[in-house]
């Protein structure tokens, strides 16, 4: 079955970085796009940014472009979000997301991020 | 962008009783290839949200029947034929048409009277 586990989530100060991990299981990891959304402390959820199959294209929320990176490695089946330059705005759960290239289906766990001085 | 609105914002519901959600575009979500990429997600409390339904009316793998999908163009339905206790939590309809900027409603939280 897909699994998707998240990991490097944390509590950090303003202006820090961290990178999250999400390993993926149980389906061809190097023919899927992928997705990261987080949701902050009981709100909605928000996209933040996708990767496609092949690392080819990648694509932004404006409230993180320029700060945070996604990247893959398909030959460990592992997605990335490199987050630099963190606000306290960025607190949130943040899920890995297995997506094509109009929907997304299956989700992580979630790793949270807590950015606070 | 596309702007999703759901209503309403909280829907208390008797159990065994049908629910509906409803969910506006702020544009038509038909796409070029004239799919229309209109899913519907739930989050159980403590847990991530699962996909639902996709493409308007498509149940996704392991969803029970009596959820269902409806709707075209801007205006979008998810209807519970009858509520169960393990139905409580927060919907979501999110739109895929403006791939690969995905957008979500504000969430519909569904509770048991």
């Known amino acids: 079955q897909v699994q998707l586990v998240e990991s490097g989530g944390g509590v950090v100060q303003p202006e820090m970085s961290l990178r999250l991990s999400c390993a993926a299981s149980?389906?061809?990891?190097?023919?899927?796009?992928m997705h990261w959304v987080r949701q902050a402390p009981g709100k909605g959820l928000e996209w933040v940014a996708v990767?496609?199959?092949?690392?080819?294209?990648?694509y932004y929320a404006d409230s993180v472009k320029g700060r945070f990176t996604i990247s893959r490695d398909n030959s460990k089946n592992t997605l990335y979000l490199q987050m630099n330059s963190l606000r306290a705005e960025d607190t949130a759960m943040y899920y890995c997301?297995?997506?094509?290239?109009?929907?997304?289906?299956?989700w992580g766990q979630g790793t949270p991020v807590t950015v606070s001085s | 962008d596309i702007v999703m609105t759901q209503t309403p914002l909280s829907s208390p519901v008797t159990l065994g009783q049908p629910a509906s959600i409803s969910c506006r575009s702020s544009?038509?979500?038909?796409?070029?290839?004239?799919?229309?990429?209109l899913s519907w997600l739930q989050q159980r409390p403590g847990q991530p949200p699962r996909l639902l339904i996709y493409?308007?009316?498509n149940r996704f793998s392991g969803v029970p029947d009596r959820f269902s999908g409806s709707g075209a163009g801007t205006d979008f339905t998810l209807k519970i034929s009858r509520v169960e206790a393990e139905d409580v939590g927060v919907y979501y309809c999110m739109q895929g048409t403006l791939f690969p900027l995905i957008t979500f409603g504000q969430g519909t939280r569904l509770e048991i009277k």
């Open positions: 493409r308007i009316s």
């Open positions: 997301v297995r997506g094509s290239t109009t929907e997304i289906d299956y």
């Open positions: 544009q038509s979500l038909v796409h070029s290839d004239g799919n229309t990429y």
């Open positions: 149980g389906f061809a990891f190097s023919s899927y796009g």
């Open positions: 990767i496609w199959y092949d690392g080819s294209n990648k």
